[in-house]
């Protein structure tokens, strides 16, 4: 069983939209998530870290993070094409595996003007 | 932030052949490194953990002997791909782990296997 769920495939949205994008996680033990950009080609950005329950708020984008669901979301406002990319959702068990990631397998966001 | 080199960034090697990407923190000293592989359209898999001065962890299904992992030093880590096959062209990326800033990837190794 995956660890880590990005169940929603390609995202389209037109420019200026709000973009939401979802992750589901099934380790309860999970501490911290993130949120990486991946553009074609190009190796992981990381844009957001939440490790609390509630919303973390960075410019243009919010994490949201549900313990209690199990849940972990992206919103993106004001998106610009740009922010077209390949996002993937990452989860910290902790504990031993100190600094191991579990991927989630990514959503494709496409942002048309 | 973190600053990491990878490289080479693109290689294309003969089947058979071996190939060498080295990883290294610039500014900090990485005690563990995490090498992922990525297949096109696909997420990035967790191929090994190695730490400084220690043998490399790999996951179920990484050939050890295949993918050698040398992590000698605080600011440099290595894969080797030996006796490489086309169906070992992928992405291979690093990323070093230093307390809060270990969530920096490496740029990137495209290797093309002919």
């Known amino acids: 069983q995956k660890e880590v769920e990005q169940n929603s495939g390609p995202l389209s949205v037109p420019e200026g939209a709000i973009a939401s994008l979802n992750c589901t996680y099934s380790?309860?033990?999970?501490?911290?998530f993130f949120w990486y950009r991946q553009y074609s080609g190009k190796s992981p950005e990381l844009i957001m870290s939440i490790y609390s329950n509630g919303d973390k708020e960075d410019g243009r984008f919010t994490a949201q993070l549900n313990k209690a669901s199990q849940y972990v979301s992206l919103l993106i406002r004001d998106s610009q094409p740009s922010d077209s990319a390949t996002y993937l959702c990452?989860?910290?068990?902790?504990?031993?595996?100190?600094?191991?990631?579990?991927f989630g397998q990514g959503t494709i966001l496409t942002v048309h003007p | 932030g973190a600053v990491v080199s990878q490289h080479p960034s693109r290689v294309i090697c003969k089947s058979g052949t071996s190939v060498k990407i080295e990883c290294r923190s610039l500014d900090f000293q990485a005690t563990t490194m995490f090498w992922y592989r990525q297949f096109p359209k696909k997420s990035l898999m967790l191929m090994a953990t190695s730490n400084e001065g220690s043998k490399a962890t790999y996951e179920q299904g990484v050939e050890k002997d295949k993918f050698l992992i040398n992590h000698a030093s605080l600011t440099l880590s290595t894969l080797t791909v030996t006796s490489a096959h086309p169906e070992d062209s992928s992405f291979y990326i690093c990323r070093p782990e230093q307390g809060g800033n270990g969530y920096t990837f490496g740029s990137g190794t495209r290797l093309t296997v002919v």
């Open positions: 990452a989860g910290w068990a902790g504990g031993t595996s100190y600094g191991k990631l579990t």
């Open positions: 380790d309860r033990g999970s501490q911290s």
